[in-house]
């Protein structure tokens, strides 16, 4: 194993290295570059190269999408970012701050939902009297064919 000292602490890293440390598979490092998540630079072999604070940038994505932070959220908290260093733990608060409020809207929707499909698959197609999901007065036609779910506040 390779020892830390001044000369490799600020060394860039591949995105071969950068997949390793980070459990991502380079085509994904490669799609989050393509969607503006992350920045490399090109040495003079054309190859990227990522600063070493773009594995705590990968962490934060992964956790972000795994509480179901869509890519475009993640997309513009990081960059808020500062480029020059790796984000702390404030910047992380600061960032899960955000994205709370999303969550609980989601997990009330999602609980109001389940809560209510013991008695319709949420369409109509059961009963257009008794379904709670149902679309009074078709006011969702103009969002395209399907089921659509009229929100309850």
């Known amino acids: 194993m390779a020892k830390l000292n001044a000369s490799n602490a600020y060394k860039e890293l591949s995105v071969g290295e950068v997949a390793k440390r980070s459990g ?51 997309k513009e908290a990081l960059s808020t970012l500062p480029e020059g260093r790796a984000p702390n733990a404030a910047d992380w608060r600061r960032l899960s701050e955000q994205w709370k409020q999303v969550l609980d809207d989601r997990i009330r929707k999602l609980t109001q939902l389940r809560d209510q499909l013991d008695d319709c698959i949420g369409c109509g197609c059961l009963s257009m009297e008794d379904c709670p999901l149902r679309n009074p007065w078709d006011e969702l036609a103009a969002q395209g064919p399907g089921p659509r779910l009229l929100e309850q506040d």
């Open 24 to 74: 991502v598979a380079v085509s994904t490092l490669h799609f989050y570059e393509s969607k503006g998540l992350l920045k490399s630079s090109r040495n003079s072999g054309n190859q990227r190269r990522y600063p070493r604070g773009v594995l705590r940038r990968v962490a934060i994505i992964k956790v972000a999408q795994r509480t179901g932070v869509p890519l475009s959220a993640i």
